[in-house]
């Protein structure tokens, strides 16, 4: 019997999650230099110094196992955001406590909820565990963002087997946000049988003043999981380190089917690290705040489309099926993503990158455009 016939279904039948193309790939095959990558929503500015000297400091003890608990960071979690210590889980980046939800509350019996164009991973955490994913219709841009989240189509998809919703806040790889009002009144009419997950991959980026803080309302809503990362503002993408906060009950139950050491010595050191360095956090807010609008400018001005975005990174419509532009992009020696596995075949989803990379990405997409 093949080994592809002894996995189980929702395994079997998966399509693998694709990242950005790694620069180093993109040398190998081309063999160009000078690569810049806009396509992972990465820091363009990097770790902050404080980081970068506790992954030093910590670097002669690579010998010991860590601490499996990561007493310290969530210590420091703790003191910044205000809540119970006992109120987080650590993850090996935040799509590890997304795969421990799934883990603890989806089975073959039960069933998820997210939003069509929402982060890939849902559904493939979904598949995995063999529950059944209820897709709700993205905003057609009548009543909400286009391509946005429909939280009334979403609540509409709720049914008594549903353990999960997941709500990318903003989502990945659309930049659309909910506002206080609205996702507080979904919250409100989510049944008690289901958790609802809020992912904040992208928080500290966001500035609108509707843009709420859901930790201030884990007390109200019992059933909340809230996801952040230090894999984008703090710029720790490498290191994979993230984190879910929630009730004390819900994460017992994250706990206990999370790996043990599932986040490695310099990640720990270096994410408590990066909570006190408020300079670099700063720099780097202000760095994108500075390139999104450089790029929604430059778009406008070259007649491309493109969806308001409130991350690090802007998803522009260029007019025609993206993937020879992308392919094209790429002998320019420039990485962007396309993103037609989330429903999107004509744009392309770019990351704010420094001043520099993005002007090389503009000129690199004027000479690719005008062939």
């Avoid at 849902?122 to 841009?141: L, R």
């Avoid at 690290?273 to 700063?282: E, P, T």
């Avoid at 929604?296 to 991350?311: M, Q």
Wanted: one cysteine or more; aromatic letters at 6%.
């Amino acid at each position: 019997m093949h080994p592809e016939q002894l996995a189980v279904s929702g395994v079997s039948k998966l399509t693998p999650y694709q990242p950005g193309k790694p620069i180093a790939e993109l040398e190998r095959e081309l063999g160009i230099s000078n690569i810049i990558k806009l396509a992972s929503n990465e820091n363009p500015l990097g770790p902050g110094p404080k980081a970068l000297e506790a992954i030093q400091a910590e670097s002669g003890s690579l010998h010991l196992y860590p601490d499996g608990g990561g007493f310290d960071l969530k210590a420091a979690l703790a003191g910044k955001l205000g809540i119970d210590p006992a109120q987080i889980t650590l993850g090996n980046g935040s799509n590890d406590v997304l795969e421990l939800a799934a883990r603890a509350f989806l089975s073959a019996e039960t069933s998820a909820v997210f939003s069509q164009h929402a982060f890939a991973v849902y559904p493939i955490v979904t598949q995995a565990v063999g529950a059944h994913a209820h897709v709700a219709k993205a905003h057609d841009g009548t009543r909400g963002p286009l391509y946005g989240h429909d939280l009334d189509a979403m609540h509409q998809l709720i049914e008594e087997d549903t353990r999960l919703i997941f709500i990318a806040n903003p989502n990945n790889p659309t930049g659309t946000y909910l506002g206080r009002d609205e996702l507080a009144g979904f919250l409100k009419k989510v049944p008690a049988h289901a958790l609802t997950v809020v992912d904040e991959a992208y928080f500290e980026y966001v500035s609108e003043p509707d843009y709420p803080n859901t930790l201030e309302w884990l007390e109200c809503y019992p059933n909340l999981i809230v996801t952040r990362t230090f894999s984008k503002a703090y710029g720790l993408a490498g290191l994979r380190v993230g984190y879910a906060v929630s009730s004390l009950c819900i994460a017992d139950l994250l706990n206990r089917v999370r790996q043990p050491f599932n986040v490695n010595s310099l990640a720990l050191v270096a994410a408590k690290a990066a909570l006190s360095d408020d300079g670099h956090l700063q720099r780097t807010v202000l760095l994108n705040h500075e390139g999104l609008g450089l790029l929604t400018e430059a778009l406008a001005k070259r007649g491309l489309s493109h969806i308001p975005s409130v991350g690090n990174f802007i998803t522009a419509d260029v007019g025609r099926v993206a993937l020879p532009v992308y392919e094209a992009l790429l002998r320019e020696g420039v990485i962007v993503r396309p993103i037609a596995n989330y429903g999107l075949p004509n744009h392309l989803r770019v990351t704010v990158g420094t001043k520099k990379e993005n002007q090389v990405f503009l000129s690199a997409l004027d000479r690719v455009l005008a062939l």
